[in-house]
């Protein structure tokens, strides 16, 4: 058994807070669990053909940008998550939406930015693999995809999974829609500590925005006396994982 996980850390530091906000020369730490409220939604399950498909969010609402003044400065995170579980893998988008609607910045002299201040908001995240041994050791990595190798009880090699990062994203205004483009780094630590940044968003004027990152988990396909490989689930893990999604892969049955 197998498990790939998508999740985000809270609790290590303030370096290592999940969300921050750049704007001027502030790097402002915004921790998800200052958030006042937590809802998860989701849809039925649907299918496409043969292939079931579901759809499910997890907001945190009114997550403090300032942990001390300012308490009415707030922004929502919502992760979309999309979930397609095909024969030989299976796709989970994991977009965040953030709303800063209600969001306010401020100087360390405590004046407001003005209206047109360009600010950046980053994300971290980590990825990892599971195996019945503990932690599974990556074998590929680029600064777009993490890659682990295992082979099968036949011999071959089977890429479980891999990370799509997509450093497009889109920024909403009162006037509608615009493309943009953000960055990404990984590290390597035998786990796939990402960071994904937004830049080029306007104080006042963006009202909220989507990134678009995928990730592909793949698994040999079901066969006559093979048992069941995929088992798919999401959730939200108390004090260090603060969301994540996690595929759970069972190899084949050996002959």
């Keep these: 058994m197998y498990v790939a996980m998508f999740m985000l850390n809270e609790g290590l530091g303030s370096k290592d807070t999940t969300l921050e906000i750049i704007i001027g020369n502030q790097t402002i730490y915004t921790p998800l669990n200052t958030s006042d409220d937590f809802k998860l939604t989701r849809s039925p399950v649907k299918y496409d053909g043969p292939i079931p498909t579901l759809d499910f969010n997890i907001t945190f609402e009114r997550i403090r940008v300032y942990q001390g003044n300012h308490a009415d400065s707030t922004f929502d995170l919502t992760f979309l998550h999309h979930f397609r579980g095909d024969w030989n893998q299976t796709n989970i988008k ?3 939406l953030f709303d800063f609607s209600n969001a306010s910045f401020y100087q360390s002299n405590g004046t407001e930015f003005s209206s047109g201040e360009p600010f950046t908001a980053e994300i971290r995240y980590i990825m990892q693999l599971m195996g019945p041994r503990g932690l599974v050791i990556p ?5 777009t995809t993490f890659e682990y190798n295992l082979t099968l009880d036949n011999g071959s090699p089977l890429t479980v999974s ?5 450093d497009s994203f889109t920024i909403y205004n009162g006037t509608g829609a615009i493309a943009s483009m953000g960055y990404s780094s990984m590290m390597d630590r035998g786990l796939a500590f990402v960071t994904h940044g937004f830049p080029n968003m306007t104080y006042k004027d963006t009202k909220s925005m989507k990134s678009d990152p995928e990730v592909i988990v793949y698994h040999d396909r079901v066969t006559g006396n093979t048992i069941p490989i995929l088992i798919a689930a999401t959730g939200v893990i108390a004090a260090v994982a603060a969301i994540g999604a996690v595929v759970f892969i069972r190899k084949r049955r050996k002959s």
């Excluded at 074998?139 to 600064?143: I, Q, V």
């Design 94 to 96: 994991v977009e965040a």
């Design 139 to 143: 074998t590929g990595r680029t600064n």
């Design 162 to 166: 891999k990370l799509e990062m997509k």
